[in-house]
């Protein structure tokens, strides 16, 4: 940790192009999740958050690549990623999974995460990636600058079937990011 209270990336990271993402987004998401993050390590603890998601995608939108998400508004990371210019989303392997249950199954506002799971936070210091919070452990980490914002409306519901998801009328906010880098871990 440095003086400013970041744990900074060390040198195990390198900078690829978003089009060199090992394996398809739609597995990596959808099946070995992700962890949301939002926030400023800077100042300290209580001022970030990270959440479990199995909903996002990446492609291209206004001639960007883009990565997007979605948070439902009863979830502690929600405020983070509405006050955030960026946000993260880091990848992990296997080996993770009990981490991710976890940080799914938890709220930031009771729990310190990291400490629970073990998994060490970091701020990339330098590049395209700095200010995006990852994790040490994480395999790849996108970093994303936040461009777009939109609330589902129910009444855009083609399928009647989709509001099943929504029993308690918590309607997801998509954030659209624009991708600024994706960093690989060589180290994991």
Not at 116 to 144: D, N, Q, W, Y
Not at 161 to 178: A, L, Q, V
Request: one cysteine or more.
């Amino acid at each position: 940790m440095n003086q400013r209270g970041v744990i900074p990336a060390d040198g195990g990271w390198v900078e690829k192009d978003i089009r060199e993402f090992p394996g398809s987004p739609a597995a990596r998401i959808g099946d070995g999740w992700m962890l949301i993050t939002a926030g400023n390590l800077r100042e300290g603890k209580g001022n970030w958050n990270t959440m479990t998601a199995s909903w996002g995608g990446l492609g291209v939108l206004w001639g960007r690549n883009v990565a997007f998400m979605y948070i439902r508004p009863i979830r502690y990371t929600f405020d983070f990623a509405n006050a955030a210019s960026l946000f993260t989303l880091s990848f992990f392997d296997r080996t993770y999974r009990r981490a991710l249950e976890f940080c799914g199954d938890h709220s930031g506002r009771d729990t310190d995460k990291a400490a629970e799971t073990g998994l060490t936070p970091l701020e990339f210091e330098e590049g395209k990636a700095a200010g995006g919070i990852g994790f040490r452990e994480a395999s790849e980490v996108i970093v994303c600058r936040k461009l777009y914002t939109h609330d589902f409306d129910p009444a855009g519901f083609l399928d009647p079937s989709i509001e099943t998801n929504y029993p308690k009328k918590d309607y997801h906010r998509m954030f659209i990011g624009e991708v600024l880098a994706l960093k690989v871990n060589q180290g994991v």
